[in-house]
């Protein structure tokens, strides 16, 4: 599978958001729109084909700190890589954009992505159980 990957657009992330059976409720415009007003943003877009099937998106914290908030692989095109090479090139634009650390969270239950933060040196600063005691939020940092 041969895929590239480029600076996109909202509607982009939204086409992907919807073809992921693990989000119960895929994200809004609103609620990206609430997020994501006044900061600085890469939304990285890999696309098979001309065709979006994954995402990562991030946002600064502020000069120094980046907070890489959502991201996913479409299921038929899992597994080929297209989650790293969009983490690697996530960190190389945090580096270029003089970024000093990059933030993020994910859950227990998604054990690809924490295996791959793991494997990116990325370390597990917090650990909190949810309320209803299902799943638990792992918050990771990585040092650039």
């Not at 059976?21 to 729109?33: C, Q, Y």
């Not at 609430?34 to 946002?59: E, N, Q």
């Not at 991201?71 to 297209?82: E, H, K, S, T």
């Not at 993020?104 to 949810?130: E, G, T």
Request: proline share 3%; hydrophobic share 45%; charged share 25%.
């Amino acid at each position: 599978m041969k895929w590239h990957i480029e600076q996109g657009c909202v509607e982009e992330l939204l086409e992907i958001e919807n073809q992921i059976p693990e989000f119960a409720t895929p994200k809004s415009r609103e609620i990206l729109d609430v997020r994501l007003r006044g900061k600085k943003v890469l939304l990285l877009i890999a696309k098979v084909d001309g065709l979006p099937v994954a995402y990562k998106l991030g946002y600064a914290v502020d000069a120094r700190r980046f907070y890489s908030w959502l991201g996913a692989v479409i299921p038929q095109c899992r597994g080929a890589g297209i989650a790293q090479a969009l983490l690697t090139e996530q960190e190389s634009w945090c580096k270029a954009n003089g970024f000093h650390s990059i933030a993020v969270k994910s859950m227990n239950r998604f054990k690809s992505m924490l295996m791959m933060l793991l494997k990116n040196n990325y370390h597990i600063v917090a650990c909190h159980p949810l309320e209803d005691g299902t799943d638990s939020k792992i918050h990771f940092l990585k040092t650039l």
